[in-house]
């Protein structure tokens, strides 16, 4: 067949079978008298092995190295074209979020579209300064695409540049919160952590709160306590008990504790909450710095009654001396108060 039946054929243009010929990928058998191109079964056999692997993604170099050796195993080659796509379909995924971060910015003009590609590089940088200031250095004026910043939280190692981005991120509307709240039931325990931490700065929105709740029963404690923190400012009772194991565990038992005292100014909570604190209080297994602790959380909650009085003179004469040291100066303390 002549190079012209052959394109027609197998659907090859004559220009591309030239170019095998010239590669020595596909070299015709004959030649006609005139000196056309004259291709045998089997050079159009090889013809479409040529194009089946091009159809792989293999360059024309790869195809003629697995044609030419014998030795050649497809399993190393095709082991390396599943790499080279899924690299190639991350760098797709990459350009696509950047252009529909651009979009939901509604640039005005193409200044706005580089403000918004620069804080993206930014972002992307390697090192935690320029990460940063890219965060800090933006212009009020420049409409930033919430999401963006929500998904660099998650993704922010640094615990400066983190809390940048988190201050950026409850300047804009409530936007970023449906991915920081789908990020609470994330496999990697460490962007439950992020995402826990954000949501608590935007714990007044209606979405960011539910998200927030949810994450009160997650295992890991590093999730539950900004929950705990966040909600209990806001009269949730649902975070005593997050609240109060913050005591007994001694992480940020201060602050656990005000937010307790705080709950317990509605009566509603203010039971649940003494409640709380008595039975850990009584526990078998709590040490003396445990209780000592939780002593020094009931004297943040309402003294106006009698009952933390009660439990404060009855620890004053318990059994662990430091205890009854601490209930014994509280107790006083707050008898000097009233």
């Given amino acids: 067949m002549l190079i012209g039946e052959v394109a027609r054929r197998s659907g090859v243009s004559a220009r591309m079978l030239r170019h095998y010929d010239a590669l020595g990928l596909v070299r015709p058998t004959g030649r006609t008298v005139g000196g056309y191109r004259e291709y045998s079964a089997e050079d159009v056999r090889r013809i479409f092995h040529v194009e089946s692997l091009r159809s792989l993604g293999l360059s024309l170099h790869q195809v003629a190295q697995a044609l030419r050796d014998p030795a050649f195993t497809p399993a190393a080659l095709v082991g390396d074209l599943i790499r080279w796509t899924q690299e190639r379909l991350e760098r797709e995924r990459e350009l696509l979020e950047r252009l529909r971060a ?13 403000r918004v590609v620069e804080l ?46 988190r201050w ?8 970023g919160v449906t991915t920081l709240a789908a990020a609470v039931r994330d496999g990697d325990p460490e962007v439950r952590r992020r995402a826990a931490r954000a949501l608590a700065d935007l714990a007044e929105l209606p979405a960011a709160a539910a998200a927030l709740e949810d994450a009160l029963q997650d295992p890991d404690p590093a999730v539950r306590r900004p929950a705990a923190l966040a909600l209990g400012r806001r ?92 209930a014994a100066a509280f107790a006083g303390l707050l008898d000097e108060r009233s």
Avoid: C, F, Y
């Fill in 235 to 326: 009269g949730a009772t649902a975070a005593v008990p997050v609240l109060v194991g913050m005591v007994v565990d001694g992480v940020n038992d201060v602050d656990a504790a005000e937010v307790l005292g705080a709950l317990s100014g509605a009566p509603d909570s203010a039971d649940r909450v003494l409640a709380a604190l008595t039975g850990e209080l009584d526990a078998p297994d709590a040490d003396s710095a445990t209780r000592i602790r939780l002593t020094q959380a009931l004297v943040e909650l309402p003294a106006t009654g009698t009952a933390v009085r009660e439990v404060l003179n009855r620890l004053s004469r318990d059994d662990d001396p430091a205890v009854a040291r601490v």
């Fill in 168 to 175: 950026a991120l409850a300047r804009t509307d409530d936007a």
């Fill in 120 to 165: 993206m590089q930014g972002l992307d940088s390697p090192h935690a300064a320029r990460r940063q200031q890219a965060v800090l250095a933006r212009q009020d004026d420049v409409p930033v695409p919430a999401e963006l910043l929500a998904k660099a939280v998650l993704a922010e190692p640094d615990p400066v540049v983190s809390g940048a981005l």
């Fill in 102 to 114: 651009i979009d939901a910015a509604a640039p005005a003009g193409w200044q706005d579209v580089l």
